[in-house]
């Protein structure tokens, strides 16, 4: 079981691979759209992988890490909530 809370908590803290492929979208510096595609194709193994694991998972108390590291990555954003786009 523990295995299983600890694949969910890394797999949610690798959702950089996103913000990855947010950043090269607005700065399209050089390679931007290679280093898009490879991001994207990070985040969608990431994602992928995250599903699998929390629908196998579920009912052996993976729902209370996903409700938890949700519920602690919340406070953060409402502590310092992000500055209002242009």
Known sequence: MHSSL???G???ALRYP???VVHWLRERGKSW???????????LATMTTLVVVIFSKFLEGAWIT????RSLCSVPQDLYPLPAGP
Do not use: D, E, S
């Open 6 to 8: 600890f694949a969910i």
């Open 33 to 43: 759209l290679l280093k898009a595609i490879a991001n994207g194709v990070g985040a």
């Open 10 to 12: 890394a797999f949610l």
């Open 18 to 20: 996103i913000g990855m």
């Open 66 to 69: 996903v409700i938890l590291i």
